[in-house]
């Protein structure tokens, strides 16, 4: 079984700050590790995965991920938030295969000026 | 390349009411999954087809059923609508082990 717990509903930075979204997952296999975006009244878009190999991901927009194994952790980072960056954020996790995701309730970010 | 497109994009219905959502995978993908988004949560796994056939399914009645067509599009039909039901659907379009795109949505309301 797998699950995934997002800490924070909503995160409010200004323009410029460092975004820091946590999450943390439950796994009895190998996660597979997902981060996704999703802007008002769209579809999902893909930031980054973590499969195997490199702990530290980087994914598109600025963003990046460090899987720590020992934390069961998958936060995303980005350096220097843009106004662009105010969306629903969503951590996802699944096994191997041609997997279902779990997804966690989501962050609101929100980028003030 | 169009990418997985759904449609209805809204749709409205009455308790006790059937309805067929409709999802065309993005070129060259053969995978077809289906999530439910309730109002203010992540997006749930309602089930996963391959080759024509149910592959996976995750915990929702049986009121939720579904088809793939050889053309690998997709239908998710929902029967005797609850209020409950009112969600966006999600579908996603894959290869084997590859990426997952989401398509935009169908809004279903239930009143």
């Known amino acids: 079984a797998q699950s995934v717990t997002q800490l924070g509903s909503h995160v409010s930075v200004s323009e410029g700050a460092l975004v820091l979204l946590r999450c943390n997952y439950s796994?009895?296999?190998?996660?597979?590790l997902f981060w996704y975006v999703q802007y008002p009244n769209q579809g999902l878009q893909l930031l980054l995965k973590?499969?195997?190999?490199?702990?530290l991901v980087k994914g598109i927009n600025g963003f990046e991920a460090e899987f720590k194994k020992s934390e069961t952790s998958f936060h995303l980072t980005k350096p220097s938030a843009h106004m662009s960056d105010a969306a629903e954020y969503f951590c996802?996790?699944?096994?191997?295969?041609?997997?279902?995701?779990?997804f966690g309730s989501g962050t609101r970010l929100q980028v003030q000026p | 390349d169009a990418g997985v497109t759904q449609s209805p994009t809204h749709l409205i219905k009455t308790r006790g009411q059937q309805v067929t959502l409709r999802c065309s995978p993005k070129?060259?993908?053969?995978?077809v999954s289906w999530y439910q988004q309730a109002l203010g949560q992540g997006p749930q796994f309602i089930f996963q087809?391959?080759?024509?056939?149910?592959?996976q399914r995750g915990n929702f009645p049986d009121r939720f059923s579904g088809h793939q067509f050889p053309n690998y599009s997709s239908e998710l039909n929902v029967n005797a609508l609850l209020l409950g039901d009112s969600a966006l659907y999600l579908c996603?379009?894959?290869?084997?082990?590859?990426?997952?795109?989401f398509g935009s949505g169908t809004q279903l309301s239930v009143l």
């Open positions: 796994s009895s296999v190998p996660p597979y």
């Open positions: 973590y499969t195997t190999g490199a702990t």
């Open positions: 087809y391959y080759e024509e056939e149910e592959r």
């Open positions: 070129s060259g993908h053969d995978t």
């Open positions: 996802a996790v699944s096994g191997t295969g041609r997997r279902a995701l779990t």
């Open positions: 996603a379009s894959s290869t084997q082990g590859g990426k997952l795109f």
